[in-house]
């Protein structure tokens, strides 16, 4: 059987977490482990939500203050 699996913004960065690429691959990891099982007996196809990233990238340019701010697919993009 083939399983579509999304992990959203907060099973890469939890609620309250700083923002680092450490606490990101700490939490990507926890997902594989309980996913492993599943990927024994299925076929599965992961995608991931970036709200936390793109969120980031939106507070550092909003850090300039003469230059216009990127829209969000722009920002999703770079992510």
Do not use: C, W
């Not at 907060?10 to 606490?23: C, D």
């Not at 990507?28 to 599943?38: D, F, G, I, K, N």
């Amino acid at each position: 059987m083939r399983i579509v699996v999304a992990l959203g913004g907060n099973a890469l960065l939890q609620r309250g977490q700083h923002m680092t690429a450490e606490l990101q691959r700490a939490n990507v990891s926890v997902a594989a482990e309980a996913l492993a099982p599943v990927a024994l007996k299925h076929q599965l196809v992961l995608s991931h939500g970036n709200g936390p990233q793109v969120g980031l990238l939106a507070l550092q340019q909003a850090s300039y203050e003469n230059v216009d701010p990127y829209p969000f697919d722009v920002l999703g993009a770079q992510t």
